[in-house]
Nanobody, 126 residues
Framework: QVQLVESGGGLVQAGDSLRLSCAFA??????????MGWFRQAPGKEREFVAA????????HYADSVKGRITISRDNAKDMVYLQMNSLKPEDTAVYYC?????????????????WGQGTQVTVSS
């Protein structure tokens, strides 16, 4: 079983930055074999894709709404994935979820991820 634990959320003002972290813990599993993604869900809205980083080669891709402001990265030595968020906007307010997909295609679809964290709240005030 894989456990994902997000941290780093909080209340910030528009224009501020936050760095979210996600710790991957699993017995007998290898972090570097997993695609890692970040998704978010605002009240009354469906969960939406934010960013992903592939297990193979580390290529990244982003939702159009966050390109240029958000960067996903991973540290395979520490079994961690990060989401650096800059120039935050009130519309970025949501619960942010970390997800892991075994040898995935770097997908933007939640169905392609096998494990999910509990989420961390990000609130951006105007």
């Amino acid at each position: 079983q894989v456990q994902l634990v997000e941290s780093g959320g909080g209340l910030v003002q528009a224009g501020d930055s936050l760095r979210l972290s996600c710790a991957f813990a699993a017995s007998g599993r290898i972090f570097s074999y997993y695609d890692m993604g970040w998704f978010r869900q605002a009240p009354g809205k469906e969960r939406e894709f934010v960013a992903a980083i592939r297990w193979s080669g580390g290529s990244t891709h982003y939702a159009d709404s966050v390109k240029g402001r958000i960067t996903i990265s991973r540290d395979n030595a520490k079994d961690m994935v990060y989401l650096q968020m800059n120039s935050l906007k009130p519309e970025d307010t949501a619960v942010y979820y970390c997800a892991a997909g075994f040898r995935g295609p770097g997908s933007a679809w939640p169905r392609d991820y096998d494990y999910w964290g509990q989420g961390t709240q990000v609130t951006v005030s105007s």
